[in-house]
């Protein structure tokens, strides 16, 4: 029996994973430029995208991961959480709980090298939210005999 | 056992003027505490920081958290010391919880039934929670209040009762997950005890159950939502009963008025009973309140019953049980000054300093002031302001005597275990079934890290409260 709140819940829960997975996969290519390239065309190019202000690398890097605004990954991983929460799948409040504690830890944003570490950890957290929510609340898989059956049956 | 007896410099006390649960002034350890002290200089206790540490993570982790805005949750502090009563003590307060449950009870059946009580008419009526479109429509078994949590102090002596919540009680699921923590990491600080199994969500079941008009009852706890300050609860306390967490936007009335949850993709199912921890129903569900009027609902408490639990008619509850019970009351009350009586709101203004000033509406902390607690520079105001206040408004207010209450040990730190000595309240919860009111063994206890204030917000925290046999 799922509820309508819950079935809300998974709708922004997985909008929410999708939305800090895409944003620091995308900074963490940023970082390797910088690092690798010392171009911070990346960086900056990604904060034209989410709407921030880039005047230093070390202030957007402080938006994007912590900053109080509706674009940062802080504030996305909340709101993943309180959906997380509001579904009330055990194996899935904890690991949103994971990630936020993931995203929630402070790197030292003049060494570009934790920032990386940071990214990846808070990446890898975001994997295995994804591999648990695909456990909890996938659909069952559908053998294709039973799909092919199915469709023969709506048809008729 | 003398405290010299632990390794050094592990107490630190300060409030010295306040009964200590765990120590005396002689500084001897009292018997329930002796065995406690035993098991944590047990050297197969090693690592006790890592074990309560890990206790901490997993609460947190799993959800147990308050909420501090809509997005930010804070993990409810929790102290690895248990708060230790005797069972001796624990029947008191159960004697006198079933006491003011049923006379509670039975003075909602009569405002509720138009029969006078002895609490002033216009009290009543003028009650915010007074809702006179239930009058003539009284619950199963005329059971208003299927969960009740009182709010007691301890002096060493006596426990008072503070405060009576009959509406949305929180904080039953609690001591249940405190419980589950310790069970999991700490088991070994309870050698020793003969505790009595801590398990309130049966008799809420129970009590839910007995409230339905109907056999096979379908229930539901309707919460307020991810938003609301005691989601943690709401979540954990539908796991441990087993019945799905419903809300606002999941249920709905039909045109022959009953509630029912519409399932995608399975239709409508009917609810019998709603454990609502909502407070404003219609405003959640509109056509809720008129649903339970006319029988398709039974509700959780029942709608109105904050009538009973409103400051200035608390102050009558002795007076209650005599006059339904004919019975003394067991739990004491701290003395109250109602001030829409003269003489008392004269007294009253004389000596507020010395009083709590509690609004007439608010529950759990929320309208409390405590002019004692206030820097003495700044309470000349406060006081002239309170003053002013109650003179123009009296019937918004109820003042009460400042109680001195006990204190027990907590955690300070961990390398060097320091305990500490901190102020500490007590919730416990009654469950009214059919046969009467229950009162699991336990309850909520509740620290204060700084001062007397004990709410997480105030950087309070929450203790495991062991009932133990002492004799056995």
Same mark, same amino acid.
């Given at each position: 029996m799922i509820l309508p709140s819950k079935l809300y819940k998974a709708y922004w829960l997985g909008r929410y994973v999708e939305r800090v997975d895409s944003v620091s996969r995308a900074l963490l290519s940023a970082l390797y430029s910088l690092k690798n390239l010392q171009s911070e065309e990346p960086l900056m190019s990604l904060a034209d995208s989410l709407g921030i202000k880039f005047t230093k690398h070390e202030k957007f890097l402080e938006e994007i991961l912590h900053g109080d605004i509706p674009s940062s990954i802080l504030y996305s991983v909340r709101n993943m959480r309180t959906n997380a929460i509001g579904l009330g799948v055990e194996r899935i409040v904890r690991e949103s709980n994971i990630l936020v504690i993931a995203v929630e830890e402070r790197p030292n944003l003049q060494k570009i090298d934790e920032v990386i570490k940071h990214a990846n950890d808070v990446i890898a957290a975001i994997n295995n939210i994804g591999r648990v929510i695909n456990e909890e609340i996938a659909p069952p898989h559908i053998s294709e005999e039973k799909r092919q059956n199915q469709t023969r049956h709506q048809q008729q | 056992m003398h405290i010299d007896s632990l390794p050094s410099q592990s107490i630190d006390f300060s409030k010295t003027e306040s009964y200590n649960e765990a120590i005396d002034n002689n500084l001897l350890i009292r018997k329930e505490y002796v065995q406690f002290f035993k098991n944590i200089q047990n050297p197969r206790l090693f690592r006790l920081r890592e074990k309560a540490m890990s206790a901490d993570l997993t609460a947190y982790l799993e959800g147990f958290t308050y909420n501090v805005k809509s997005d930010e949750y804070n993990a409810v502090p929790m102290d690895f010391v248990p708060r230790i009563i005797s069972s001796d003590n624990f029947q008191i307060i159960e004697d006198g919880i079933k006491q003011r449950a049923k006379t509670l009870n039975m003075f909602l059946k009569d405002v509720y039934s138009e029969v006078k009580t002895i609490v002033p008419d216009e009290l009543v009526v003028g009650s915010e929670y007074f809702n006179p479109d239930l009058i003539g429509h009284l619950p199963k078994n005329d059971i208003f209040i299927q969960v009740y949590g009182a709010d007691l102090l301890y002096n060493g002596k006596t426990y008072y009762v503070i405060e009576d919540n009959l509406r949305v009680p929180s904080g039953v699921t609690y001591p249940s997950k405190i419980r589950e923590m310790s069970d999991g990491y $700490? !088991?070994? $600080?309870?050698?020793?005890y003969k505790l009595q199994p801590y398990k309130p969500w049966t008799f809420l079941y129970q009590a839910m159950k007995d409230a339905s008009?109907?056999? !096979?009852p379908f229930m539901v706890l309707l919460t307020d939502g991810t938003g609301g300050a005691a989601y943690f609860e709401h979540m954990y306390l539908s796991k441990l009963i087993g019945i799905p967490l419903v809300e606002a936007g999941d249920i709905y009335v039909t045109d022959s008025g009953h509630i029912v949850a519409k399932i995608p993709g399975e239709g409508e199912i009917q609810i019998d009973v709603i454990y609502r921890r909502v407070e404003d129903l219609d405003v959640f569900v509109p056509g809720l309140t008129k649903a339970y009027i006319d029988g398709k609902v039974a509700l959780v408490n029942s709608p109105g019953t904050g009538v009973a639990d409103d400051k200035l008619v608390y102050s009558y509850v002795p007076e209650l049980i005599r006059h339904y019970l004919s019975e003394e009351p067991i739990l004491e009350q701290p003395k109250s000054y109602n001030p829409t009586i003269p003489e008392e709101l004269e007294s009253a203004l004389q000596n507020i300093e010395n009083l709590v000033v509690k609004e007439r509406g608010g529950y759990g902390g929320m309208g409390t002031v405590i002019p004692r607690d206030h820097p003495k520079s700044k309470r000349g105001p406060l006081i002239e302001k309170i003053q002013q206040e109650i003179t123009e408004n009296p019937d918004n207010y109820l003042l009460q005597e400042t109680l001195d209450f006990s204190t027990t040990i907590t955690r300070e730190s961990f390398s060097p275990l320091i305990l500490r000595d901190s102020y500490v309240d007590l919730r416990v919860f009654s469950y009214y079934a059919e046969d009467g009111p229950h009162v699991p063994p336990g309850g909520l206890s509740r620290f204060a890290r700084h001062g007397r204030i004990t709410n997480n917000s105030s950087g309070g925290g929450v203790k495991d409260t062991w009932i133990v046999n002492l004799d056995g």
């Amino acid at each position: 029996m799922i509820l309508p709140s819950k079935l809300y819940k998974a709708y922004w829960l997985g909008r929410y994973v999708e939305r800090v997975d895409s944003v620091s996969r995308a900074l963490l290519s940023a970082l390797y430029s910088l690092k690798n390239l010392q171009s911070e065309e990346p960086l900056m190019s990604l904060a034209d995208s989410l709407g921030i202000k880039f005047t230093k690398h070390e202030k957007f890097l402080e938006e994007i991961l912590h900053g109080d605004i509706p674009s940062s990954i802080l504030y996305s991983v909340r709101n993943m959480r309180t959906n997380a929460i509001g579904l009330g799948v055990e194996r899935i409040v904890r690991e949103s709980n994971i990630l936020v504690i993931a995203v929630e830890e402070r790197p030292n944003l003049q060494k570009i090298d934790e920032v990386i570490k940071h990214a990846n950890d808070v990446i890898a957290a975001i994997n295995n939210i994804g591999r648990v929510i695909n456990e909890e609340i996938a659909p069952p898989h559908i053998s294709e005999e039973k799909r092919q059956n199915q469709t023969r049956h709506q048809q008729q | 056992m003398h405290i010299d007896s632990l390794p050094s410099q592990s107490i630190d006390f300060s409030k010295t003027e306040s009964y200590n649960e765990a120590i005396d002034n002689n500084l001897l350890i009292r018997k329930e505490y002796v065995q406690f002290f035993k098991n944590i200089q047990n050297p197969r206790l090693f690592r006790l920081r890592e074990k309560a540490m890990s206790a901490d993570l997993t609460a947190y982790l799993e959800g147990f958290t308050y909420n501090v805005k809509s997005d930010e949750y804070n993990a409810v502090p929790m102290d690895f010391v248990p708060r230790i009563i005797s069972s001796d003590n624990f029947q008191i307060i159960e004697d006198g919880i079933k006491q003011r449950a049923k006379t509670l009870n039975m003075f909602l059946k009569d405002v509720y039934s138009e029969v006078k009580t002895i609490v002033p008419d216009e009290l009543v009526v003028g009650s915010e929670y007074f809702n006179p479109d239930l009058i003539g429509h009284l619950p199963k078994n005329d059971i208003f209040i299927q969960v009740y949590g009182a709010d007691l102090l301890y002096n060493g002596k006596t426990y008072y009762v503070i405060e009576d919540n009959l509406r949305v009680p929180s904080g039953v699921t609690y001591p249940s997950k405190i419980r589950e923590m310790s069970d999991g990491y $700490l !088991n070994v $600080l309870k050698k020793g005890y003969k505790l009595q199994p801590y398990k309130p969500w049966t008799f809420l079941y129970q009590a839910m159950k007995d409230a339905s008009w109907t056999k !096979n009852p379908f229930m539901v706890l309707l919460t307020d939502g991810t938003g609301g300050a005691a989601y943690f609860e709401h979540m954990y306390l539908s796991k441990l009963i087993g019945i799905p967490l419903v809300e606002a936007g999941d249920i709905y009335v039909t045109d022959s008025g009953h509630i029912v949850a519409k399932i995608p993709g399975e239709g409508e199912i009917q609810i019998d009973v709603i454990y609502r921890r909502v407070e404003d129903l219609d405003v959640f569900v509109p056509g809720l309140t008129k649903a339970y009027i006319d029988g398709k609902v039974a509700l959780v408490n029942s709608p109105g019953t904050g009538v009973a639990d409103d400051k200035l008619v608390y102050s009558y509850v002795p007076e209650l049980i005599r006059h339904y019970l004919s019975e003394e009351p067991i739990l004491e009350q701290p003395k109250s000054y109602n001030p829409t009586i003269p003489e008392e709101l004269e007294s009253a203004l004389q000596n507020i300093e010395n009083l709590v000033v509690k609004e007439r509406g608010g529950y759990g902390g929320m309208g409390t002031v405590i002019p004692r607690d206030h820097p003495k520079s700044k309470r000349g105001p406060l006081i002239e302001k309170i003053q002013q206040e109650i003179t123009e408004n009296p019937d918004n207010y109820l003042l009460q005597e400042t109680l001195d209450f006990s204190t027990t040990i907590t955690r300070e730190s961990f390398s060097p275990l320091i305990l500490r000595d901190s102020y500490v309240d007590l919730r416990v919860f009654s469950y009214y079934a059919e046969d009467g009111p229950h009162v699991p063994p336990g309850g909520l206890s509740r620290f204060a890290r700084h001062g007397r204030i004990t709410n997480n917000s105030s950087g309070g925290g929450v203790k495991d409260t062991w009932i133990v046999n002492l004799d056995g």
